[in-house]
């Protein structure tokens, strides 16, 4: 028979605004199915800082999506009452959260202080969350919760889950030492754009390049710092295609006088949330991806523009460094504006040659890390070393 996982999350396919960390956790149902059962507890929203509910799906019922059961409802009624309903209901050998302060995170973690749910091992996945670049975005209020969330236990007796060895150190450096880290990358798919093919890329002339930029756009994901950067480049024709859900009205409204006061040769385009296939589809129609992100986890767009052939154009703020050892793009630092703006302009003079050269070095490094076994068995031995402490119990 097989053992059950329960998953905590904001967001839940087919929701548009969930992310990288959405994705994560659908990589792990797909890919462990034929071992786990898994139950899938999840806000039914669109994006954060948003209403809408996700359409075509029901709330407050489980239901069948891919290979999991979820459970889509208003993340704040996750009162005691509800949560021993849903552990009832699904009666889970293991627990997996993925994030510190995500409002399902809390509530399951106060109703376990109450007594509930002890036994049942708990695996939590911060999701970059404890990062010092992450954790100076809003510092007061989150430092301030983890204070009390450290004084009240919360936490106490999770196995943490870090997608890196940056990630682990930033657990331990937030929670002590002692704390039980394992270290297994965030999954992608086994295959992305299985039929990609180069000739599906755009003509790379030099003198024009197109851009795309894939993420919420919220201050964190640094948007405006390309903006400023593209001001003073009045040669050449440049396409920038921005994509992902609006969570931050102001910041974007700072981005939008950015992008009104840019040259003539450029043209910024904005196209909301899409869903996984479309953004995948730009991607492909496009030459290079970037974000100047100030903090990030695993990044799971990264792999998703490599695997299109987009070579990217990042922050040292990531775990990605193999990206330039591939020649697959360009990891700069932020302090560097001169060399951000360098770049941009190399990427614009490229030809169709050495863009071929570079685009097929973007693929292979997806193709290699989809190979990769290691990936996959990390998280399976920790799947399997929480189900065998609670066997223990």
Known sequence: MKKRVLIFCDFYLPSLGGGGGMFAVANIVE??????????VAGNRNARQSSERIAGVTENEWENIGSAKVFFTLTTSLNSTKLL???????????????????????????????????????????GELMPEALAIKSWKKRTFLIYARGAGLYRGLIWRASFESERKSIKAVFGEKVEVRIAADLTPKTILPDFDASLKPEKRPGHSKFVFLARVVRNKNLHFF???????????????????????????????????????????????????????????????????????????????????????????????????????????????????????????????????????????????????????????????????SERQ
């Open 31 to 40: 890919r462990f199915a034929d071992r786990f059962d898994f139950y899938v």
């Open 85 to 127: 309903r849903l552990f009832d209901e699904s009666r889970p050998d293991v627990v997996f959260l993925n994030s510190v302060f995500s409002t399902p995170t809390i509530r399951f973690l106060r109703a376990r202080k109450t007594g509930n749910f002890l036994g049942v091992p708990v695996i939590i996945a911060p999701c």
């Open 227 to 389: 903006l400023e950067r593209l001001r003073d480049i009045h040669e050449g024709k440049i396409e920038v295609e921005l994509i992902g859900p609006i969570e931050d009205k102001q910041y974007w409204d700072e981005c939008l006088r950015l992008i009104g006061k840019l040259p003539a040769n450029i043209r910024v385009t904005s196209i909301g949330a899409v869903n996984n296939a479309e953004a995948l589809r730009r991607l492909t129609n496009a030459h290079f991806f970037v974000l100047p992100t100030l903090t990030e986890n695993f990044g799971f767009v990264f792999i998703e523009a490599l695997a299109a052939g987009c070579p990217l154009l990042i922050s040292e703020r990531t775990d990605w460094g193999r990206v330039e050892d591939a020649e697959a793009g360009w990891i700069l630092r932020l302090e560097n504006r001169d060399a951000w703006r360098e770049r941009i302009v190399q990427c614009i003079s490229l030809d169709q040659h050495e863009y071929n050269n570079i685009s097929a070095a973007a693929r292979k490094l997806a193709l290699n890390w989809f190979n990769e076994p290691g990936h996959e068995a990390a998280t399976a031995e920790l799947l399997e070393e929480a189900v065998g402490s």
